[in-house]
């Protein structure tokens, strides 16, 4: 059975993108029913993209596409891929309503915010300090009171130590993890 930290649903299907790179890639979404279900390509174009999630019901996967940042979903049994939320990328769901996900402030500069699914209750969460930094992914905690982030930032453009902020926004939290 597997979950992740950002749901209470228990899936035995496992989504994953298949391609030649581990940020983003250009092959297709595939859905692999475990343990020895044969995947099912969701997907049909060439557009990079990266970050599936399973909805909190099981029913849908989202992933983003860049360069545009945008969120996609398609539904777990077939059907066309849609546009979920423009400029929102590494989603992942807080609860049934309610959303975490990177979103660009200006330029390069890209924060993780939470919202309800509408994009509706939107707050940031955190906002790295320079204005190149891109938090790219996060990852809520159980008890949803912490969120791990993924960042790159100057000075050469490349991955930052994990950091570790309140889900409340409060606090720029701390670094963790090896440099």
Sequence with gaps: ?????????????????????????SGGLYLKMLPSGEPVQLTHDESQKSDPAFSPDGSRITYSVSPAWSNWVVPVLGG?????????????????RHILFSEIK????????????SRAEERD??????????????????????????????PVMWWLPCRLVPFDGKSPGSIVGPP
């Design 1 to 25: 059975c597997l979950s992740d930290w950002s749901s209470d649903v228990c899936s035995s299907d496992l989504a994953f993108l298949r391609g030649a790179n581990t940020f983003t890639s």
């Design 80 to 96: 066309k891929e849609q546009l979920m939320l423009p400029n929102a990328s590494g989603l992942t769901w807080v609860d049934d």
């Design 106 to 117: 200006s330029g390069l500069h890209m924060a993780i915010v939470t919202a309800a699914e």
């Design 125 to 154: 969460v955190y906002v790295p300090p320079q204005d190149m930094g891109m938090a790219h992914r996060s990852y809520l905690s159980p008890d949803h009171r912490w969120v791990l982030v993924v960042e790159m930032g100057p």
